[in-house]
């Protein structure tokens, strides 16, 4: 399985991007899938996440400004956030747990991040 994460830019204050987290490869099940960040010289840290049975959980930071979900058609899992703040701005990364169908191996992997620069 491959994560492909784009919709990052640069915005202002108060201004929104929408981030994708597409998975591709062998048939397999996604136990759940998180956002991560990591602004420059910090750790990486926990954004938001989505269960397969849609529970969802964020960050106290992102909270009531971002909203995680996902198109299960599509394997795909959305990040939109909404009134971007400076302190927002990192590389974003998305994870996956999951189980390959036919083999019953479980998995984690990360996918590349994408850029997010929230301007003052």
């Known amino acids: 399985v491959q994560l492909q994460a784009s919709g990052g830019g640069l915005v202002q204050t108060g201004g929104y991007l929408r981030l994708s987290c597409a998975a591709s490869?062998?048939?397999?099940?996604?136990?759940?899938v998180g956002w991560f960040r990591q602004a420059p010289g910090k750790e990486r840290e926990f954004v938001a996440s989505?269960?397969?049975?849609?529970?969802?959980n964020y960050a106290d930071s992102v909270k009531g400004r971002f909203t995680i979900s996902e198109d299960n058609r599509k394997n795909t899992v959305y990040l939109q956030m909404n009134s971007l703040k400076p302190e927002d701005t990192a590389v974003y990364y998305c994870n996956a747990d999951g189980r390959y169908q036919l083999s019953g191996r479980t998995f984690n992997i990360w996918g590349h991040g994408t850029q997010v620069t929230v301007s003052s």
């Open positions: 490869g062998r048939t397999f099940n996604m136990h759940a």
């Open positions: 989505i269960s397969s049975a849609g529970s969802t």
